[in-house]
């Protein structure tokens, strides 16, 4: 019997980019007040704004927002980093989703989830088919990188640079974007 304590896993292993870098949003270049112009939507109501001498895009309402953005990933190999950053206990919940196609339908579907919840006891972190990856205390105005890697058809899952989850992936269509 082998004991939780003596396992060797991976979980430390830290997050590496990739070789070549397919999109890229810098909202220092959009204007308090504005909306991203290089998404192909917004939902939800959301601005630019000035925080810690960052310009951030932020919710203005208390309902879901996101964006969209239509861009051919292929089924494995890819990876997306992006960085959130919590400003009250109660921050508008965020959902990162990774579409892929409906061939049925020919519309997007959402083939894997993040869902990122701000509350006053922590911020939780699940991912759609695992349930809850990491529950953070005090997080209130940290910020928090996350980067998703798909590679060998398993999706990894860092935060702050280190890995936290581990789980198969294997689209049936290509990656088309995400929301």
């Known amino acids: 019997m082998i004991f ?3 396992l060797v896993t991976g979980q430390k292993i830290k997050f590496t980019p990739g070789d070549k870098v397919l999109f890229s ?4 270049k959009c204007s308090v007040g504005e909306i991203p112009s290089s998404f192909d939507k917004i939902k939800g109501m959301g601005e630019c704004v000035k925080y810690k001498n ?15 953005k239509k861009i051919n990933l292929g089924k494995d190999d890819f990876s997306i980093e ?6 009250n206990y109660r921050d508008v919940p965020y959902d990162f989703n990774i579409l892929s196609i409906n061939p049925a339908k020919k519309e997007p579907k959402v083939e ?3 869902h990122f919840a701000f509350e006053p006891m922590g911020c939780h972190i699940s991912l759609s088919g695992a349930g809850e990856l990491r ?6 105005k940290k910020k928090f990188h996350i980067a998703i890697q798909a590679r060998r058809h398993l999706l990894r899952i860092y935060l702050n640079g280190k890995r936290i989850a581990s789980t198969p992936f294997t689209p049936k269509t290509d990656i088309i ?3």
């Open 135 to 140: 529950n953070t205390p005090a997080c209130h």
């Open 4 to 6: 939780g304590g003596a």
């Open 25 to 28: 949003e810098d909202f220092s």
């Open 177 to 179: 974007g995400f929301e």
């Open 54 to 68: 960052k310009i951030w895009f932020a919710p203005t309402s208390a309902s879901k927002f996101g964006f969209l």
């Open 112 to 114: 894997k989830a993040l």
């Open 82 to 87: 992006f960085t959130l950053f919590t400003n």
